[in-house]
């Protein structure tokens, strides 16, 4: 603290912290309290920045939340990795992390309580909870199994909108299609999140204008109007076959009684969970897994309604990723198969061996799950180029994985990353480890293999994917590697390097003091 600066600002970020730290740990105001043998209106003023903390008081609170940010400070989490390793043992795959936020978006649609189960408890829903909370809604993790449990009130209050946490978040965006049923005009801060380029948002416009919804960007804010008089005359056509478009178009359809048609629609994996979702609140909808769906929504929606979204296809491909980087043999439960059957036909093609088991259902009742033991293997480079494509094409998020994939097998593969306009780039920060990464144009790398990984220091690159990718390749190098500043990266996953370890890497969370 500068000697000019507030004390109350400086008491006021400490409360936010420990309210993060609390809402993270499921605990309400009074069980804090119960804890700390106070007063839950003690905890309250505590959490505003209207109350002086001892040294002792911050200690104590961090003890209680077992939260090393409230006891040290909150400077950036780096990690320390030691290698190279084998992993051994098994590890179920979480839910899905783009399916949890769109469910989070969904539930304003809801007058009733949802409950959704197995919550991935990432940053990214935690920027979301913040927002939902100070607009009024009730949210609360309700055990140790990350279930969370959402109770919208009567009127939404858009005035009161946590802008910080909205601006750290692209998901924002997501509540377009459920808030222009709520009211005439709203306004939405600026979405952040990823630095992937410019994305525009236009698809997401003309996705709801025909529902009556114009949208005006300016200064750093989504103006938002509607016209009522304005409904779906005939079938929607979106001009990118995107996730997120196609989630808001059909939230958007959901609240409005007539028969709405999307056409050239996402049938990814967090869509399909939304249309279950969306079933389940008594909204018809066909198609589901096709790229035409048709929604038949109703007039107001208020049910308690219970769901359970799917595993995350991404975080399976990140694990088997490590375990091909490491030469490992683990099982990898409860993996999405359907939407990861292109990916392993490419490693299959590359020389990867591994075994499955028998499909089942995941807890959602659709989506088909196998379990995968993967085996060492000696992979070489495939003869054609890897690229994403539209599910069920190879998944846009899962293609940078094929990098630190491709640096292990003999000979040159050539990736294309057409989607985004920079993300590629990132990828080149494996020559830090000692890859041979070679950047074509934005879009495109060759690169080189088999690679001799060495440890190195270097700063998380602040795309989500890539800084996954130069984590997995720490764990093959030779000696100690630090990856500094890994926000990103709990961003979309959940104590990923907890979880690595308890597969036997050696990888250290620890903070400058």
């Known amino acids: 603290m500068t ?71 909150a400077g950036p989490t780096h990690l320390r990795v030691k290698g190279p390793t084998t992993l051994a043992g098994s590890i179920d795959v979480k839910t899905s992390k783009n399916a949890g936020v769109a469910l989070l978006c969904a539930s304003l649609l809801n007058r009733g309580r949802t409950t959704l189960r197995k919550v991935a408890r990432i940053e990214e829903v935690n ?218 036909a490419v490693l299959e093609e590359m020389g990867f061996r591994y ?16 379990d995968i033991t993967t085996h060492p293997s000696d992979l070489v480079a495939p003869r054609d180029k890897i690229h994403p494509m539209p599910f069920p094409g190879l998944n846009i998020d899962n293609l940078p994985f094929f990098a630190v994939i491709a640096a292990t097998a003999e000979g040159t593969t050539y990736l294309n990353d057409w989607v985004y306009d920079n993300r590629a780039i990132y990828l080149t920060e494996l020559n830090k480890l000692g890859g041979r990464v070679t950047l074509l144009d934005p879009h495109r790398v060759q690169i080189d293999g088999p690679t001799s990984w060495t440890g190195t220091e270097l700063v998380c690159p602040p795309a989500l994917r890539p800084a996954v990718v130069v984590l997995l390749a720490m764990l093959a190098s030779k000696g100690t590697s630090v990856l500094r500043s890994t926000y990103v990266i709990h961003r979309g996953y959940e104590d990923l390097a907890e979880r690595l370890s308890s597969l036997g890497a050696d990888i250290e969370t620890f903070r400058d003091i």
């Open 355 to 370: 075994d499955r088991s028998e499909e089942y259902l995941a807890a959602n009742g659709h989506t088909r799950l196998v």
């Open 3 to 73: 000697s000019d600066e507030p004390s109350d600002d400086y008491k006021g970020r400490i409360g936010n912290l420990i309210r993060d730290a609390r809402k993270h740990r499921g605990l309400t105001q009074a069980q804090l309290a119960e804890r700390l043998a106070t007063s839950q209106s003690a905890i309250n003023r505590i959490e505003k920045g209207h109350q002086n903390l001892s040294l002792e008081m911050l200690a104590r609170i961090g003890a209680a939340l077992d939260s090393e940010i409230v006891a040290l400070g």
């Open 127 to 344: 920027r979301l909870l913040e927002v939902l909370d100070s607009l009024g809604v009730q949210t609360r993790w309700i055990n140790s199994e990350n279930d969370l449990e959402i109770i919208p009130p009567k009127d939404l209050d858009l005035t009161r909108i946590d802008e910080e946490a909205a601006r750290r978040t692209r998901s924002v965006i997501m509540f377009l299609g459920p808030l222009l049923h709520r009211m005439d005009t709203f306004e939405l801060p600026y979405a952040g999140g990823c630095n992937l380029g410019t994305r525009t948002v236009e698809p997401h416009m003309s996705a709801l204008r025909p529902f009556g919804l114009e949208v005006k960007a300016t200064d750093g804010w989504y103006h938002a109007q509607l016209n009522r008089a304005i409904v779906p005359g005939r079938p929607i056509v979106l001009t990118e076959r995107g996730d997120t478009v196609t989630e808001n178009a059909l939230m958007a359809a959901a609240l409005h009684p007539g028969t709405t048609v999307i056409r050239n629609a996402s049938s990814n994996y967090m869509v399909q969970d939304l249309c279950f979702y969306l079933q389940a609140l008594g909204v018809e909808v066909e198609g589901i897994g096709t790229t035409t769906l048709t929604v038949t929504g109703r007039e107001s929606i208020d049910v308690d309604v219970d769901y359970a979204p799917s595993e995350d296809p991404i975080e399976a491909m990140s694990l088997l990723a490590a375990a091909i980087v490491t030469r490992s043999e683990i099982t990898i439960r409860r993996a999405p198969i359907e939407f990861l059957e292109i990916e392993l």
